[in-house]
């Protein structure tokens, strides 16, 4: 999905209904917002922080401290590691390693929904909903945790369900 797509699902998500208009700029595609009010804002995670402030939603960026910076370090994580890396080795680390951090949380943060989890989702939701039933079973924390953000109210909107089964079908003896 385009970064531009994602910007609006945010924006409705958020509940603003003004419609920015976004371009795009380089070989890789970088959304760029130009404001009413002053000069453009280039970048996903930029331009998201913009809408969450514009949404009066700033706990999306995290309360303290410390969560701020985690979900800055998973929207870092997001644009570095999730976009423009396709090739299956590469995707299969990335939920390697986003498994084994989400042993032990219900969102990225821990315990609370942020910003990063939706951008994250959004930047998964092409790779997961081709996931094989052992491939979600394989990667049990992230599936629990995409099920999770893609049942909270406004996030998902046009984009497919991905089904996950309750119960396990396969064990984990590979």
């Known amino acids: 999905m385009a970064a531009a797509a994602e910007l609006t699902l945010l924006e409705k998500s958020l509940g603003l209904s003004k419609g920015n208009k976004y371009s795009a700029q380089g070989e890789r595609q970088i959304p760029v917002l130009q404001t009413n009010n002053g000069p453009s804002l280039t970048g996903l995670t930029t331009i998201a922080a913009h809408l969450v402030k514009q ?9 303290t401290a410390e969560e701020k910076a985690v979900v800055q370090q998973w929207l870092e994580y997001r644009v570095t590691r999730v976009d423009g890396h396709s090739s299956k080795d590469d995707i299969h680390m990335v939920l390697k390693d986003l498994n084994s951090y989400l042993e032990d949380k219900v969102y990225l943060t821990g315990y609370n929904f942020t ?8 930047g998964l939701h092409r790779f997961i909903v081709d996931l094989t039933v052992q491939e979600k079973e394989k990667y049990l924390n992230v599936s629990r945790w995409f099920c999770h953000i893609q049942h909270c109210p406004g996030i998902r909107q ?11 079908l396969y064990t984990n003896s590979q």
């Open 55 to 63: 949404a009066n939603k700033e706990y999306l960026l995290g309360s």
């Open 115 to 122: 910003l990063a989890d939706i951008l994250l989702y959004y």
């Open 158 to 168: 046009h984009l497919s369900s991905v089904v996950f089964i309750k119960n396990r």
